[in-house]
């Protein structure tokens, strides 16, 4: 026998409720057969939500209950934790852009030698996700240096440090792909590296402190550590692999 779920959702004009086509493809994708009901006025949607007491739909009922909106039935369907269960630190932004940095940099460095894997597709990799990084935190460069002055050492003695950082990691990154002027990216990337490497390295691992990385923006939910620390490893390393590479040592 089917399962069945009664769905109640914003249906109008000018506007459809987002988590109610989520909430309907989410049911429908478990295999249940969606009543889908429309509130099409605002007059409508008020009414509903005064009779069920609830703030905000849609709403998901199933087997006579009411299981709640779209974070609910994620919930009860087993996509997601309880609330008191979760946890706001992932690591997902970070992964999700160094995975699109590095396929970027297999297309750009096939496009330009033939060959996906190459010495210039981790060179790409590296400039890709600075600039990559860079952007994100210039995004709301305020909130960036909030985040920042948590932990890094050198903004917190000297402030406009944090607000230069993301430009300075741009920078360097947009110099290495063009492989131009390396005389300015390889000190900045060293410097901004080396300082990064060593705040992070202290706030996490010798003052034991549980902070958010500034890395993808103030925004971020990403824990301060190892992933942290790779970043700027990461831009050290490429920045002593230039000066190896352009003075032939």
């Not at 600039?131 to 917190?156: H, I, P, Q, T, W």
Request: charged share 20%; proline share 3%.
């Amino acid at each position: 026998m089917a399962k069945t779920a009664k769905l109640y959702r914003m249906v109008m004009d000018q506007h459809i409720c987002p988590y109610g086509l989520k909430s309907k493809y989410l049911l429908e994708r478990e295999g249940f057969k969606v009543e889908d009901h429309h509130l099409t006025t605002r007059e409508e949607t008020d009414a509903f939500k005064e009779q069920h007491d609830v703030k905000t739909t849609p709403q998901t009922f199933i087997d006579g209950k009411r299981i709640g909106g779209h974070d609910d039935l994620r919930i009860y369907l087993g996509k997601d934790k309880p609330e008191e269960q979760q946890s706001d630190m992932s690591y997902q932004p970070v992964i999700a852009l160094f995975a699109m940095m590095f396929l970027m940099a297999l297309g750009a460095a096939f496009v330009a030698t033939g060959n996906i894997l190459s010495v210039l597709t981790a060179e790409w990799f590296v400039a890709f996700s600075m600039c990559g990084l860079a952007y994100l935190k210039l995004r709301d460069v305020e909130s960036f240096s909030s985040m920042f002055l948590n932990y890094d050492l050198l903004a917190k003695r000297w402030v406009p440090y944090a607000y230069l950082y993301p430009f300075g990691e741009g920078l360097a990154g947009l110099l290495m792909i063009a492989g131009v002027a390396m005389w300015l990216a390889i000190p900045v990337a060293l410097f901004i590296g080396t300082i990064g490497g060593i705040s992070v390295f202290y706030a996490v691992y010798v003052q034991k402190r549980e902070l958010k990385c500034a890395c993808v923006g103030g925004d971020s939910n990403v824990p301060l550590g190892f992933i942290s620390l790779t970043e700027n490893i990461f831009m050290v390393g490429m920045a002593i692999w230039m000066l190896v590479k352009m003075t032939g040592i």
